[in-house]
């Protein structure tokens, strides 16, 4: 299984703004903010990886063997193309599906009428293998998430060059009800 970004986050899920507040840095020093908002974008993919989330609006391609898996980096808002990855066609056929359940649950490809994408994992298979592209991610940030962003910024900011790979426990905590759980490697 492999995730590629197709489209990333086009604006961030915090302001610069709202990290100065929360770090106390003065709105005045301008001296640092691309560094800020640099930090900002990697303390989301941090979390994001950690997570199983989208923190912002993106669009995302999974390579599958067609086993039931879960969809990473939900939350689904749109499932944009199924395409056989054996298909030399050009461009490639689209695989019919039907998807059932809140959130995708559960994408059925027609032509075998097997769960392809389950969640929780489950039971069956298909012998194919697949491209599913797919928009994902919050429109809007829940709070809970917004302000554990905003401790992992702050946590980046304050052990810059010393842990730059480390969650801050105090973001994990935060943000753990929102976790899916599975790992992405």
Partial sequence: ????????????????????????????YAAEDDVLL????????????QLNLSFAEKTLMLQFDGFPIDIPYGPIREIESLI?????EDP????????????????????????????????????????????AGYETLPKALKQALLLQIDFDIKN???????ISPLALEKAEPYSKNLTIQ
């Fill in 84 to 88: 056989s990855s054996t298909d030399t």
């Fill in 160 to 166: 810059q060059g010393m842990a730059m790979d480390d």
């Fill in 92 to 135: 490639p056929t689209e695989v019919e599906y039907t998807a059932d359940g809140l959130d995708f649950k559960c994408l059925y490809v027609n032509a075998v009428n097997q769960c392809v994408i389950i969640y929780p994992v489950g039971y069956g298979s298909t012998s194919s293998a697949y491209n599913l592209t797919y928009a």
């Fill in 38 to 49: 640099l930090t900002a974008g990697a303390a989301r993919e941090k979390l994001e990886k």
């Fill in 1 to 28: 299984m492999e995730v590629k970004v197709i489209t990333d986050v086009s604006v961030e899920p915090v302001t610069l703004t709202e990290i100065k507040n929360f770090c106390r840095i003065d709105a005045d």
